[in-house]
């Protein structure tokens, strides 16, 4: 049997590169021939005239975010040349790990027997339906396939409200699913509005692999400190009083700061996505606004503090507190343990849960794909 992946494909961001492997070998596991379908999505910006992108750009990023701008020209510093080393280190362990196929789709000019290529076709986990992302774009419901060869795995909207113009063709694309989930709560009641259909949530594919799996996995790098480390991950702006704590915990514990995706962390910033396991797996704490973040401390049994992100674009903590509350985590969240407690975590109840949501799971993926279960 053979299944393509159709997922967001992004050579810079870890949870993307991570939840890709995951997904493919979760379908290997299950006797499947597995490719991701490398696609390119419709940006709307670049059908715009040059100075109406670098206008939006510049109302995007706002006054705080041009003035950085500004500095890093300034200072000279080689941003550009950082993060094409990184998307050079990505693309080096996608492919090693990421069975990617060797042609490149647009989804505006699929190739018309693309549905034939495949016994069955998942999207997600990635936030493959935010309107944001994506532009509410056909092809990340499947719709060039017949419609039982459609399933999803726990894909996100990463929004709390679909745009208006986007409602109708999502109600459709989401009804003709063959196999419907969700990787939020948020999600579910998005689905259940859009169509009346209740929709399961599932845990993100990372989850679906064991710690002795991603551990075998791990990449020691060259530049993980020697001695104990402090490690930090944000995709938003760090407030003060993030980094308040991160210089208090640090200090009263003797820890050096490692910030990964930092521009001014630059030696830690092309790391690749199995170095990147490695170093939450070895840190002493990890402080992060990411999901993916919240997934690898839970998996590695790592003491974590979750901050809600700071941001721009819109975003939704669902994702997270979903994670958090499905796990009995809740309290990780930044302000609800005092300082002293931030290194005292029980995770004995977790092996029970991760074991049921991993059942729930495959159960769910065996369905989708007419796999029986053997055991």
């Known amino acids: 049997m053979k299944v393509g992946i159709v997922t967001i494909v992004d050579y810079k961001n870890y949870g993307n590169r991570l939840q890709n492997y995951a997904l493919q070998e979760t379908l290997k596991s299950l006797g499947t021939e597995v490719e991701?379908?490398?696609?390119?999505?419709?940006?709307?910006?670049?059908?715009?005239?040059?100075?109406?992108?670098?206008?939006?750009?510049?109302?995007?990023?706002?006054?705080?975010?041009?003035v950085d701008r500004i500095k890093e020209k300034l200072k000279g510093e080689p941003k550009e040349k950082l993060l094409e080393k990184k998307k050079h280190a990505f693309r080096e362990f996608t492919n090693q790990w990421i069975n990617e196929t060797d042609?490149?789709?647009?989804?505006?000019?699929?190739?018309?027997?693309?549905?034939?290529r495949y016994d069955y076709f998942v999207t997600g986990s990635d936030q493959v339906w935010n309107p944001n992302y994506r532009n509410g774009s056909a092809f990340d419901f499947l719709t060039f396939a017949p419609k039982n060869k459609r399933i999803a795995y726990a894909p996100s909207f990463g929004v709390s409200n679909i745009p208006d113009e986007h409602k109708?063709?999502?109600?459709?694309?989401?009804?003709?699913?063959?196999?419907?989930?969700?990787?939020?709560?948020?999600?579910?009641?998005?689905?259940?509005?859009?169509?009346?259909?209740?929709?399961?949530?599932?845990?993100d594919p990372t989850v679906l692999l064991t710690k002795e799996t991603w551990e075998k996995f791990a990449r020691p790098s060259s530049v993980r400190?020697?001695?104990?480390?402090?490690?930090?991950?944000?995709?938003?702006?760090?407030?003060?009083?993030?980094?308040?704590?991160?210089?208090?915990?640090?200090?009263?514990?003797?820890?050096?700061?490692?910030?990964?995706?930092?521009?001014?962390?630059?030696?830690?910033?092309?790391?690749?996505?199995?170095e990147f396991v490695d170093m939450i797996q070895n840190a002493e704490i990890f402080l992060t606004d990411s999901f993916h973040g919240a997934v690898f401390s839970i998996l590695m049994e790592t003491p974590f503090v979750i901050f809600n992100r700071i941001s721009k674009v819109p975003s939704m903590n669902s994702r997270i507190d979903t994670l958090l509350d499905k796990f009995q985590l809740s309290n990780r969240k930044y302000g609800s343990l005092a300082k002293e407690e931030l290194f005292d975590i029980d995770f004995s109840h977790v092996p029970a849960i991760l074991e049921k949501e991993r059942n729930k799971s495959l159960t769910y993926l065996r369905q989708a794909l007419s796999i029986k279960n053997t055991k």
Request: charged letters at 25%; glycine letters at 6%; hydrophobic letters at 30%.
């Open 168 to 203: 109708e063709n999502y109600a459709k694309w989401l009804s003709e699913m063959g196999a419907l989930s969700v990787r939020e709560h948020a999600g579910a009641t998005l689905i259940k509005k859009l169509t009346g259909k209740k929709s399961p949530v599932h845990v």
């Open 36 to 66: 991701t379908i490398v696609n390119v999505p419709y940006n709307s910006q670049k059908n715009l005239p040059l100075l109406s992108r670098y206008w939006n750009r510049i109302m995007e990023l706002g006054i705080s975010g041009n």
């Open 225 to 274: 400190p020697k001695e104990k480390y402090l490690l930090t991950y944000y995709l938003g702006k760090i407030s003060s009083d993030k980094q308040q704590l991160i210089n208090d915990l640090a200090n009263e514990n003797n820890l050096e700061i490692v910030n990964l995706s930092n521009y001014d962390d630059s030696k830690y910033y092309d790391l690749r996505p199995d």
């Open 103 to 116: 042609y490149n789709i647009n989804p505006l000019k699929l190739p018309e027997n693309l549905g034939e």
